[in-house]
């Protein structure tokens, strides 16, 4: 159950955001502090038991200290229990566990009473193996009489797994088994399908872009497969606040799911600053790297220091105070880095404190998890660095502050992450320190985007035919499909299965559509993405590290790539793409590797288009060619030390991108000579990327752009960006419906950005592959502005 023990901690004083963000932003560092927003406490909203609970459950409940509810709670109870599909969007620590475990547990103790002793089943559905194995512990630690709770992934014991399929009433698992054990199995499943009642989804804001695609499919096989057995299973899904998160469920599942979004559980106030790193003294020392691979692009000193070395600083400073912190830093490297920053600073002034601080990169096994719960809460540690992975995993209830380097990705993660401060009776304090990035940048100046809007959509698209196409083979292979399901499938779903019939992958005979080959359907999907991957092979041991789908293949593990895998170091020897593996050997040559490319796009066809003035804004399909041809290799301080030729096919890419165009002389009026368009065009494409999740939940890694003085589809010069999975994911699409926002804050960061020529924080992408030439910083303001003057006034 994630309800915090609310009750005041008897042994600390109450915190003082206001004290402790004066001592940070004391001195020169005043004008590092850009905002400061108050969030308002929020008082708890009760509702009583409802009176179809059984008795054990609330027992159970009240044995654990839990006698009351909070509103939302009730509600998403009530719902699932009356059959409706439900989805529960509330705020991190509000207890959303509960909402359907009441349900839940209700169920499998009334079914306890059949003849089998298992009338009624569940399933429980999370991203990740921790999550699912939290969940256990917290079913467990209720200890309802009767209920028999299993967790069943890729580590369950073949002994353990049939006990489970045969007795287990809750089974906690993740979708990756569900696609490729249980339902290609579905009839040893049988008698367990055929009582399920719920299908918990939690966290489903996770299931975004592709990875949401992917889901909503495996939804729609589990929910005919379970319709084989007589069974319609009630969804319950739990999400962090999205903004529509009815709407996103009802992608996900393909049925109508109501949502619950009153949040009632109640919140101290907290006090939230946004912080914008100092510049760099000259002369001083190289900066920390924010993720290792992704900075020293222009050889050029950046502008200001990084969000590490900022957040190291300020994470220190509050261990001084005495208040007890966590930092969250985007990779886990990013997360090494801050704490010996921190330790380092500390050693100097308060050598006894360097101690108190810890890294935490997610991962560890349940013992070491608790080992740090415990200096956490006796107060042992008081500084803790992490990347995100804390979400899932361990307990750090009780803390004042939080600090976040660099943007999360989303809003809702922002938030979320924020939340991870507060205990009860007193304020806390978040602190945002904006990284060398546009978005960053963008967002310590301009404080409306986090604190005046709602947190954005999560986008899917169920209909994408390269995830649809696989999944329907799969769906044939473990039932014939039939006419009647088609309508499940969405509209797409006759064409991909006529084209799957041409390729001989299924059979078409009179009562429906079969699986025609020998080997197993849901071998050829992997739900974290499309497409083949590569494994990443360690020479000495032949250990497989990890996978990279084959499309990043070509720029991140080429030969002579220096690759960062979980926080270690590789430089790899040797890619074939024959067999799909990445030799690699262990160590850190000094140097970093950057991958160069050229890359052109065709335009299959403009799905939707609409004209502003002269220009031209497309949505729709291109084909995406990209050469990797060379690699640069780089020594910390941005010296190229050489430029070595790489022999790589050229890949292409089907998917949907947003373009527009604009004619030459229009260009040359406002001020883009023909010879800047290039420089322009290209700049204004890499800050566009940049912005990008502020309109759509992408990162900028989902996405890639191409632009180009003379489209030979346009005839005109064109800027394009495009989502970096197969068919789309639904980014794009998102940035046309919202051009009109899209390049207005893309516009302004570019101009509001205090370097002269470019930097990171602007239009430098870490991920170009021309090495960031040619950009025009100047020129894309002049080029955006010019497009913005003809924005139809309601956009
Ligand atoms: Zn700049
Ligand atoms: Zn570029």
């Not at 839940?104 to 399933?123: C, D, Y």
């Amino acid at each position: 159950m994630s309800i915090p023990a609310r009750t005041a901690s008897a042994t600390r004083p109450g915190f003082d955001p206001d004290a402790a963000l004066a001592r940070l932003a004391a001195g020169d560092r005043a004008p590092r502090l850009r905002h400061v927003h108050e969030v308002p406490a929020r008082a708890a909203q009760l509702a009583d038991w409802p009176d179809w609970v059984d008795p054990s459950v609330y027992a159970a409940c009240a044995g654990t200290g839990v006698t009351s509810l909070w509103s939302h709670q009730r509600e998403a109870a009530d719902l699932a229990h009356a059959g409706s599909h439900v989805v529960m969007a509330t705020g991190t620590a509000s207890g959303k566990s509960l909402g359907y475990l009441l349900p839940v547990l209700t169920a499998l103790v009334e079914g306890s009473t059949a003849p089998t002793g298992r009338g009624a089943t569940a399933l429980y559905l999370s991203p990740t193996k921790a999550l699912a194995a939290d969940q256990l512990a917290r079913v467990q630690g209720l200890a309802v009489p009767g209920v028999r709770a299993a967790t069943y992934d890729g580590d369950t014991p073949t002994e353990e797994r049939r006990w489970i399929r045969d007795h287990a009433q809750l089974v906690l698992t993740n979708p990756d088994l569900v696609h490729h054990s249980l339902l290609p199995l579905h009839e040893r499943w049988a008698p367990f399908l055929r009582r399920l009642r719920y299908v918990v989804i939690d966290e489903c804001h996770v299931y975004r872009g592709v990875f949401g695609s992917h889901l909503a499919a495996l939804l729609r096989r589990l929910r005919r497969v379970c319709a084989r057995y007589g069974a319609s299973p009630t969804f319950v899904l739990a999400s962090a606040t999205v903004r529509d998160p009815g709407d996103h469920a009802t992608k996900l599942v393909g049925l109508p799911v109501t949502p619950v979004t009153g949040d009632g559980s109640p919140r101290e106030a907290m006090t939230f600053a946004l912080w914008e790193p100092g510049t760099l003294e000259p002369g001083g020392a190289a900066p920390l790297v924010d993720d290792p691979g992704e900075v020293d692009l222009s050889g050029e000193t950046p502008a200001r220091r990084s969000a590490t070395s900022e957040a190291a600083d300020l994470l220190a400073e509050l261990v001084e105070a005495g208040v007890q912190s966590v930092a969250f830093a985007r990779s886990r490297a990013g997360v090494e880095a801050l704490a010996t920053s921190c330790r380092r600073t500390l050693e100097e002034v308060q050598p006894h404190l360097a101690g108190a601080v810890a890294a935490y990169r997610g991962g560890y096994l349940p013992e070491e998890r608790r080992e740090l719960e415990r200096a956490l809460r006796t107060g042992r540690i008081l500084g803790l660095a992490a990347t995100n992975a804390l979400e899932l995993g361990i307990d750090i209830s009780g803390l004042d502050a939080v600090l976040l380097a660099g943007w999360p990705g989303t809003r809702a993660s922002l938030w979320q992450q924020a939340g991870r401060a507060g205990r009860a009776g007193t304020r806390s304090l978040a602190v945002f320190v904006a990284a060398d990035d546009p978005l960053d940048t963008y967002v310590v100046n301009h404080p409306e985007v986090v604190f005046g809007q709602p947190v954005e959509s999560t986008v899917l698209d169920p209909g994408n035919p390269h995830v649809l196409a696989p999944h329907l083979a799969a769906a044939a292979a473990e039932l014939p499909l039939r006419e009647e399901d088609l309508a499940m499938f969405g509209p797409g779903a006759r064409g991909l299965l006529d084209a799957l019939v041409a390729r001989g992958i299924l059979r078409r005979r009179p009562h429906g559509w079969f699986w025609a080959r020998s080997d197993r359907a849901s071998d050829h999907v992997s739900l974290r993405g499309a497409g083949d991957v590569v494994g990443i092979v360690e020479k000495r041991t032949g250990r497989v590290l990890g996978t990279v789908d084959e499309a990043s293949a070509h720029s991140q593990i080429h030969t002579g790539a220096v690759h960062v895998h979980q926080g270690d170091t590789y430089v790899v020897t040797e890619l074939d793409l024959t067999t799909g593996t990445a030799t690699a050997v262990r160590g850190d040559p000094g140097w970093s590797t950057f991958a160069q490319s050229v890359s052109a796009f065709d335009i299959v066809g403009a799905q939707r288009s609409v004209t502003w003035g002269p220009v031209e804004v497309s949505f729709g399909t291109v084909r995406v060619h990209t050469q990797v041809t060379s690699f640069l290799r780089r020594l910390p301080g941005g010296e190229v030390l050489g430029t070595h030729p790489l022999e790589l096919p050229q890949r292409t890419l089907t998917t949907k991108a947003v373009w527009w165009t604009m004619p030459v002389g229009w260009l040359a009026e406002a001020g883009v000579a023909e010879v800047d368009i290039p420089g322009a065009a290209h700049a204004a494409e890499h800050a566009g990327i940049g912005m990008m999740p502020l309109v759509a939940t992408s990162d900028r890694w989902d996405i890639g752009g191409v632009s180009t003085a003379l489209h030979p589809d346009t005839g005109l010069p064109t800027i394009m960006v495009y989502d970096g999975h197969p068919g789309g994911a639904g980014f794009a699409e998102r940035a046309y419906e919202a051009f009109g926002t899209w390049l207005t804050v893309t516009r302004d960061t570019v101009q509001a950005c205090r370097c002269e020529t470019g930097c990171p924080a602007c239009v430098q992408s870490p991920k170009c592959g021309n090495g960031n030439e040619p950009l025009d910083k100047a020129a894309a303001v002049r080029l955006l502005s010019a497009v913005l003057r003809h924005a139809p006034s309601t956009d």
